[in-house]
């Protein structure tokens, strides 16, 4: 479909700002609420079990309506585009919907998240769809820790696979995702980052966060950026890496003797709310202006009846106008008991 085409649109609504200036240019798109792991730091067990409710297929938008959005984004400035879930390799043809984004020129990055179950050939069909990169989330080296944390006993030697083979398939760098929670794999940090120290994968440490209700977070639970990049320079000398850009979300390292490059997203301790230009959008048609929203905007109500792309653009400009999250900034005892939105709802 052609990107929409109105005069404010023109003289108003292109790059808007929030009301603290930051800029809209990343969307984070969850194409499915379902998992096959039950990771403990987002899906767990005792919350999503046999009897948990996922969406129905009507609920969610087709990817004829994420492609439209995707256009109407665009047309606001937004650039980088990342698919989510969930698992979104379990969305049912999905390659469809890497397709048709990647038909925007105007997108400059097209990336997917994902836990690297799936098999390995749909990496190449990916590809061959237009699929610029992926992220794999990651969280040990170690099975049996590896297995603990996903808590559906999937083996890390395939995880490992689908990783060599990105990178075999020309998807590189292939960026790396390990969440460290205490007392359950901080000592994954050093080997993770030893295996990890090559010019073709980008390794992120990410502190434990409080996203959503369910994963039992405590501030005890978080090893610390600092802590993370103690113990990589007590083995392997490291120093730090001037930002790609204005609102990247790891901040960037690299290993003194390879030159190599890792990073770490540090939301508890060193918040970067500050500089944040990311919007998600659910697999239900809601926009969340945070990781951490308690509040959403309908979307999907737009799309489906009958509202052209321009109203539709006018919505998502005046909401990001309106914009004021810093919940990193100001979190708190204040903010604990906040109904936040599952992580598995609107992606990472």
Not at 135 to 164: A, G
Request: with cysteine.
């Amino acid at each position: 479909m052609a990107p929409p085409s109105c005069v404010l649109m023109k003289d108003q609504i292109i790059n808007p700002q929030d009301k603290f200036g930051r800029f809209l240019k990343d969307l984070r798109i969850s194409v499915t609420d379902r998992c096959n792991f039950r990771c403990v730091y987002c899906m767990p067990k005792a919350i999503f079990g046999h009897g948990y409710q996922f969406l129905p297929k009507d609920e969610l938008l087709t990817f004829e309506e994420i492609t439209r959005i995707v256009h109407i984004f665009v047309s606001l400035g937004t650039r980088k585009v990342r698919m989510t879930g969930g698992e979104p390799m379990l969305r049912k043809g999905i390659e469809e919907l890497v397709s048709q984004l990647a038909n925007i020129s105007e997108l400059e990055d097209l990336a997917m998240t994902t836990n690297g179950s799936a098999p390995l050939e749909r990496i190449q069909t990916l590809k061959d769809s237009g699929l610029k990169r992926f992220t794999v989330s990651l969280d040990s080296l170690d099975n049996e820790i590896y297995q603990k944390m996903n808590d559906v006993d999937f083996p890390v030697s395939k995880v490992l696979k689908w990783v060599d083979a990105c990178i075999e398939h020309g998807l590189e760098p292939v960026k790396l995702n390990m969440v460290v929670k205490r007392g359950v794999n901080e000592d994954s940090i050093v080997p993770m980052a030893k295996k990890f120290n090559t010019p073709n994968t980008i390794l992120r440490f990410i502190e434990f966060m409080d996203v959503g209700n369910s994963n039992g977070w405590r501030l005890d639970d978080v090893v610390t950026a600092s802590q993370i990049l103690e113990k990589i320079n007590a083995d392997v000398p490291i120093e730090p890496l001037d930002p790609n850009y204005v609102g990247e979300v790891a901040k960037r390292w690299r290993y003194k003797e390879s030159g190599n490059e890792f990073g770490v997203i540090a939301s508890v301790t060193q918040p970067f709310c500050g500089d944040c230009s990311r919007i998600r959008l659910s697999a239900n048609g809601s926009l969340y202006t945070c990781l951490f929203a308690v509040k959403n905007h309908d979307i999907k109500s737009m799309l489906r009846d009958g509202s052209s792309d321009d109203q539709i653009a006018q919505h998502i400009y005046n909401i990001w106008k309106e914009r004021e999250d810093r919940y990193s900034q100001i979190r708190s005892e204040n903010t604990n008991d906040l109904p936040k939105v599952e992580m598995s709802f609107i992606g990472g």
